[in-house]
């Protein structure tokens, strides 16, 4: 398995409050994702990375905003959250754009 | 704007039997495309990704085949087991982001 951990693992929070949510790698890999998963529309890209301080959006960036600061580390970050945000969170990775994306295990976030 | 679909939704097999599981997309224009396995609960596990070049990849009792042309892609399964029993969504990348565009999934029950 890649090595991908994601923390926390599940979240509760509240309206309004702000979140962020840990994607680390041990695999030195040089792209990032961030997708949320959500019934009826599958995975989407919230943001992601090409390198350190290299990030960008992806289809669904709207109220989320992203840092990687180092290259095993890359941070998402709600910054008011609304319970449209409720969902499940996967971190991605991959050695180069056209290789092979290896997943987390997911961060589950419900916001009351 | 690439569309990926997944058919059949759901499909439910006795144990033993062997199946094919379909994936079709709208811009034959891909570098590779990914299948996963995504357990309950769980995140998403690559099974195989087979580059456009390529027509067929096998990985035991896996074989993935790819038809640019038609936009189509299979995965076949020989000998099913319970513990096959999952949903399998197959992606693409695209864009300048390589981001992955995911279907929608087959949930597969393989029946003792």
């Known amino acids: 398995d890649a090595g991908i951990t994601q923390s926390p693992r599940h979240k509760v929070t509240e309206t309004g409050t702000p979140v962020t949510l840990r994607c680390h790698q041990t695999e030195n890999h040089r792209y990032m994702y961030w997708y949320r998963q959500d019934p009826g529309h599958g995975l989407r890209l919230i943001h992601y990375s090409y390198g350190v301080k290299d990030t960008d959006k992806g289809e669904v960036s709207d109220g989320y905003s992203v840092s990687r600061s180092k290259t095993e580390d890359f941070l998402l970050t709600l910054e008011s959250a609304t319970s449209s945000q409720t969902s499940v969170y996967f971190c991605?990775?991959?050695?180069?754009?056209?290789?092979?994306?290896?997943f987390g295990p997911g961060t589950r976030l419900t916001v009351t | 704007k690439q569309e990926v679909t997944q058919i059949p939704a759901a499909l439910s097999v006795p144990e033993g039997e062997n199946l094919v599981l379909n994936c079709s997309f709208t811009d034959s224009a891909i570098y590779n495309l990914q299948w996963f396995r995504q357990d309950p609960g769980k995140g998403l596990t690559s099974l195989l990704l087979i580059q456009s070049s390529q027509r067929e990849q096998t990985s035991g009792r896996l074989n993935a085949s790819l038809d640019k042309s038609s936009g189509r892609s299979t995965l076949y399964i020989a000998a099913s087991q319970p513990g096959d029993s999952a949903t399998y969504l197959c992606?693409?990348?695209?864009?300048?982001?390589?981001?992955?565009?995911f279907g929608k999934g087959t949930l597969l029950t393989v029946n003792p």
């Open positions: 991605a990775i991959s050695l180069s754009g056209l290789y092979e994306q290896y």
């Open positions: 992606a693409v990348p695209g864009g300048s982001n390589y981001k992955l565009t």
